[in-house]
C-alpha cells in the first residue's frame, strides 16, 4: 500500500482565486510526480522533480500553475488564478525502483 | 508517439468468472507497463509492473498480466473474480528517459452477482 500522503482531499474554490495541495512523498522517494485527472479519466503529467529539483514539466504558458519540493517540507502545487477547466483529481506519485506509488489525490473544484 | 489503448470502456462479468482486461501500447524499444486500479473516490494503486524478463507477470489479489511483444499488448487476467474487485483499472506505460507515465483511458470493471 502507498505512504504518499495528500492533503486536503477536497478543495473548492471560486475562480480567480488561489488553490494549493500538498504532497509528502513515500520515504526513500527522491522522484516526486504530479498528475492531473479529468472526469473522463484522461491523465496529465505536470511536473516531476528529483531532489528538488526539477527533471520535466509541461509548458504552464498560462503560468498559472507552479510547484516546489523544498528540503525537509512537502511537495506542493499551487494555482494561483482557478479556473472552471482545473476541476480535478491531482495526484501526487513518488518513484521507488521504476514502478511510481499513487496518493489519494486531492480533488478540487472551481466553482 | 508512445501511447496505451485500453479499447473496452466497460466490461461486466459475473462474480467467481474469469477475467480479462485489454491493453495495447504503442512503444519505441521496450516499454515498462503497469496495471492500476483505482478505486471510487480513491487514487490508484499498483496492481503489477512489467519489466524486461518473464512475460508473465502476478501481481496482488491474484491478478497478472502478460506481455506480447508480437502483439504489442499486456493484458490482464484474473481467474476468479470477486465484488471487491468493482472499480476502475488503468493500463500505464513508463517513458524511459522522462520517467513520467503514459496511462490508458481506463476500463470500468462492473461485477454481477
Known amino acids: 500500500n502507498s505512504k504518499v500522503i495528500q492533503t486536503p482531499r477536497y478543495l473548492v474554490k471560486g475562480q480567480g482565486q488561489k488553490a494549493k495541495m500538498r504532497c509528502i512523498p513515500e520515504?526513500?522517494?527522491?522522484?516526486v510526480f504530479w498528475y492531473q485527472q479529468n472526469k473522463n479519466n484522461e491523465f496529465k503529467f505536470l511536473i516531476n522533480?528529483?531532489?528538488?529539483?526539477?527533471?520535466?514539466q509541461i509548458d504552464m504558458t498560462e503560468k498559472r500553475f507552479s510547484a516546489e519540493c523544498p528540503s525537509n517540507s512537502p511537495c506542493s502545487l499551487e494555482i494561483q488564478s482557478s479556473e472552471a477547466g482545473d476541476s480535478a483529481l491531482y495526484l501526487c506519485?513518488?518513484?521507488?525502483?521504476?514502478?511510481?506509488?499513487f496518493g489519494p489525490g486531492t480533488r478540487l473544484t472551481v466553482l | 508517439a508512445q501511447s496505451v489503448t485500453q479499447p473496452d470502456a466497460r466490461v461486466t462479468v459475473s462474480e467467481g468468472a474469469s477475467l480479462q482486461l485489454r491493453c495495447k501500447y504503442s512503444?519505441?524499444?521496450?516499454?515498462?507497463l503497469f496495471w492500476y486500479v483505482q478505486y471510487p473516490r480513491q487514487g490508484l494503486q499498483l496492481l503489477l509492473k512489467?519489466?524486461?524478463?518473464?512475460?508473465v507477470v502476478q501481481g496482488v489479489n491474484g491478478f497478472e498480466a502478460e506481455f506480447s511483444k508480437s502483439n504489442s499488448s499486456f493484458h490482464l487476467r484474473k481467474a476468479s473474480v470477486h465484488w471487491s474487485d468493482w472499480a476502475v483499472y488503468f493500463c500505464?506505460?513508463?517513458?524511459?528517459?522522462?520517467?513520467?507515465?503514459?496511462f490508458g483511458q481506463g476500463t470500468k470493471l462492473s461485477i454481477k452477482p
Open positions: 512503444y519505441f524499444g521496450t516499454p515498462y
Open positions: 512489467y519489466y524486461p524478463g518473464d512475460p
Open positions: 506519485a513518488s518513484r521507488g525502483r521504476r514502478e511510481q506509488y
Open positions: 520515504k526513500g522517494h527522491p522522484v
Open positions: 500505464a506505460v513508463s517513458i524511459y528517459n522522462q520517467g513520467k507515465l503514459i
Open positions: 522533480f528529483q531532489n528538488q529539483e526539477v527533471l520535466q
